[in-house]
């Protein structure tokens, strides 16, 4: 009887194991991205379009005084920040895009989005903290400091405000789940 096997092998072969292919959520995190693109926008163009002038009296007559989004540091914070989130999420959103193209580089682009997504998540929650504190004395004002509330006279103003701020809060929690969805499947393609 004459055999195959050359000398030297192992007679019970086993194929290597491939490595583990984790879970694929690309398409969440494409629509997640496109979500911060969202409501990056509207937050930026809900604050800046909510400008109001209203007659005010100055020295027993009436005068216009207008109240915009620019002149608070605050306010000017919150748009610099969601205009750089709405760029950031134009950019992951086409590299996301592009990792569906090319599955094996998703673990590397899923690492960077990981850092990325963090420090785009430090930098609105942080906008969004900020325009709130100072939403918050226009809102009820500050008796210690006399510091008058002034979303009595300028309401259509306060409301585009407050309804910036709700979107920018939900573009926030748009990117803890991104975070989250990084996460997750980094862990899923760690073998066990």
């Given at each position: 009887?004459s055999?195959?096997?050359k ?34 926008l509207v ?5 800046v ?62 690492l ?56 920018g ?24």
């Amino acid at each position: 009887m004459s055999t195959t096997e050359k000398p030297g092998e192992p007679e019970n072969r086993t194929a290597p194991t491939p490595a583990p292919a984790g879970v694929d959520l690309s398409n969440l995190d494409v629509i997640l991205r496109f979500l911060l693109f969202a409501a990056s926008l509207v937050a930026v163009v809900v604050l800046v379009t909510g400008n109001q002038t209203e007659l005010v009296l100055f020295q027993g007559r009436p005068v216009p005084q207008p109240a915009k989004w620019r002149y608070s540091p605050a306010f000017v914070y919150f748009v610099v920040a969601f205009s750089v989130s709405g760029f950031y999420s134009i950019i992951t959103t086409l590299a996301s895009l592009s990792v569906i193209q090319r599955p094996h580089q998703k673990t590397k682009f899923l690492l960077h989005f990981l850092f990325w997504d963090a420090l785009i998540l430090g930098i609105i929650a942080s906008a969004t903290g900020a325009g709130a504190g100072v939403a918050y004395i226009g809102l009820k004002g500050n008796s210690h400091v006399h510091w008058n509330k002034i979303c009595s006279a300028y309401d259509t103003f306060c409301k585009h405000v407050a309804g910036s701020l709700a979107v920018g809060l939900f573009g926030s929690i748009v990117v803890v789940l991104l975070i989250f969805l990084s996460a997750f499947t980094l862990h899923s393609r760690v073998p066990k």
